[in-house]
């Protein structure tokens, strides 16, 4: 137990924090690139996510007076910009989630760096503010991924499984806040695979 615990806000005595990742499509054209388009069925369901779920969502969370983060590829947010703007207008935040779903840990040095500076500079130009946390897609965080982090100037990451309570995560370029998730906690094991 801590004896000198850091208090919380108005007395709390914990906080919980609840994220989403909004790949939409994503996972089709990057699992399907030459016929991704033609996947007509799996492609609407997976765009129901920023066009009908976020909405939805971000109107729920301003009734109950929430805000949140949205980590969110880049091809999503230049695909689905309505749902990009409802998330800023609402005062959510937007993390980095790859360019396209790429698995950063499948990728080579030149490669995984191309595809990360892209990606932030995408959400950059279009919310207006470099992104300051980072999911790697599918939790694939790579020996890179930390440093290229805390190179652009990330305060956190939310890709590894490594406790169940912030931990501080160092890079070799910096330090990071890791704010730990999990599979059992995410509901893509138990819709999708």
């Given at each position: 137990m801590i004896e000198n615990p850091i208090p919380w806000p108005d007395g709390a005595r914990c906080a919980a924090c609840i994220t989403f990742d909004m790949d939409a499509d994503?996972?089709?054209?990057?699992?399907?690139?030459d016929d991704g388009h033609a996947r007509v069925s799996a492609t609407s369901m997976l765009r129901y996510g920023p066009e009908v779920a976020v909405p939805r969502i971000v109107r729920t969370y301003a009734e109950l007076g929430i805000r949140q983060t949205f980590f969110i590829p880049a091809w999503?947010?230049?695909?689905?910009?309505?749902?990009?703007?409802?998330i800023l207008?609402?005062?959510?935040?937007?993390?980095?989630?790859?360019y396209l779903h790429e698995h950063p840990s499948?990728?080579?040095?030149?490669?995984?760096a191309y595809w990360f500076h892209r990606s932030r500079e995408s959400l950059q130009r279009i919310t207006g503010r470099a992104p300051r946390g980072f999911r790697a897609p599918l939790y694939n965080f790579s020996h890179r991924t930390?440093?290229?982090?805390?190179?652009?100037?990330f305060v956190y990451d939310a890709s590894l499984?490594?406790?169940d309570q912030p931990y501080l995560l160092e890079t070799g370029a910096g330090r990071l806040v890791e704010l730990p998730s999990h599979w059992a906690l995410d509901d893509w094991p138990q819709y999708v695979q």
């Open positions: 994503s996972l089709i054209h990057i699992a399907h690139p999503c947010a230049e695909t689905y910009p309505r749902a990009v703007e409802a207008k609402g005062g959510h935040e937007i993390g980095q989630h790859g499948e990728l080579g040095d030149e490669e995984e930390g440093r290229l982090m805390a190179e652009a100037g499984m490594g406790d």
